[in-house]
């Protein structure tokens, strides 16, 4: 089997929460994307419920969107449910990615409901917590995104 990038990271030594950019792929015709973790809280101390992730997915998939624009291909949830992959076109700095996720975290804080919360739009639409996501928002920015995934300064 083929080696996983984030099975390469070692989880014991990471201190949450992150910005890390993990690879620049480019593929045949020359087109860059930019893969990054996301990282909310502590690998294998914590982890987010399952309706609060979900809830973040929604909220995050729209304002990042809005935050960074075209160049959003996908965010996904970790199975480990301690953060997120984001995707996106080209080679993309982590502190820009920063910038755009604090912004759309105090986005988080103030939505008023979940987008898609229905059948028609998602797969699991009972299993979704605004509650759950604005405190994970809230606890993240509270504690600061570091550039560092080993939480020394950012400078």
């Known amino acids: 089997?083929?080696?996983?990038?984030?099975?390469?990271?070692?989880?014991?030594k990471v201190k949450a929460p992150?910005?890390?950019?993990?690879?620049?792929?480019?593929?045949e015709k020359g087109d860059k994307v930019t893969k990054f973790d996301l990282r909310f809280t502590q690998?294998?101390?914590?982890s987010i419920?399952?309706?609060?992730?979900?809830?973040?997915?929604h909220l995050l998939a729209g304002y990042l969107r809005d935050n960074l624009g075209e160049i959003?291909?996908?965010?996904?949830?970790?199975?480990?449910?301690?953060?997120?992959?984001?995707?996106?076109?080209?080679?993309?700095?982590?502190?820009?990615?920063?910038?755009?996720?604090?912004?759309?975290?105090?986005?988080?804080?103030?939505a008023t409901e979940i987008p898609a919360a229905n059948e028609l739009q998602c797969g699991n639409y009972r299993d979704l917590s605004l509650f759950g996501a604005k405190e994970y928002a809230n606890l993240a920015l509270t504690q600061g995104f570091s550039l560092n995934i080993y939480g020394e300064d950012d400078e």
């Open 1 to 12: 089997m083929q080696k996983v990038e984030s099975f390469k990271l070692d989880h014991t």
């Open 18 to 27: 992150y910005v890390r950019k993990c690879c620049v792929l480019q593929g």
């Open 43 to 46: 690998p294998n101390k914590e």
């Open 49 to 57: 419920p399952t309706g609060a992730i979900h809830g973040l997915e």
């Open 72 to 110: 959003v291909i996908d965010l996904s949830p970790m199975g480990c449910r301690t953060g997120f992959y984001l995707i996106l076109w080209g080679e993309v700095e982590p502190v820009k990615v920063k910038v755009a996720l604090e912004k759309s975290l105090e986005e988080v804080l103030n």
